[in-house]
Structure formats: C-alpha cells, structure tokens
C-alpha cells in the first residue's frame, strides 16, 4: 500500500463520554425504540444524542443499550474534511 493512499484513509477523530440517559419508545409501533445519550463536553443545548437503540455484539447478536450505560460517542473526519485550526 502506498503512502498515498495511507494519507487519503488518514482519519481525525475525538472520542467523547456519555451517558445513557433514558430509552424513548417509539410513537408509532413500526418505529425503532431511540436511545437517547447525554454527551459530556457538548454544549448544553446540544447535549444530547437520539440514535435506534440496537448494536451488535462481538459475535453478530443484536444487543440494546440501558438507561444508565456508559458509552463513548466518536466524531471521525477524513484528512480532507478538516482544516487547521487558525490560532
């Protein structure tokens, strides 16, 4: 593999805590139940996350999450989606 190519897939991240806060079941019953995440260090308005509520295992099974879970929330950008930071 190329350096070229090395630098292309080159990704910027920042990985944040968070927490589980509640499990908001659906509306309408054909709706995926949400998870609804608290992530620290986001802006107090913006603090929280609503994602479907089904991950998979290391083995392939579907899991949920529960209120009250630590997780961790990662923001991943390719090389050519971010700029420096001007000081």
Known sequence: MSSQSDEQNEKHAVTLPGIVE???KPVVPNEP???QIVVEGADHLYKE???ENELEDE???KVKLKP???VEVTIEATKDSV???SA
């Open 22 to 24: 509640k499990i908001v």
């Open 33 to 35: 139940e949400k998870a």
């Open 49 to 51: 996350l609503r994602i």
């Open 59 to 61: 083995t392939g099974e």
């Open 68 to 70: 009250g879970a630590e």
């Open 83 to 85: 700029e420096k930071k």
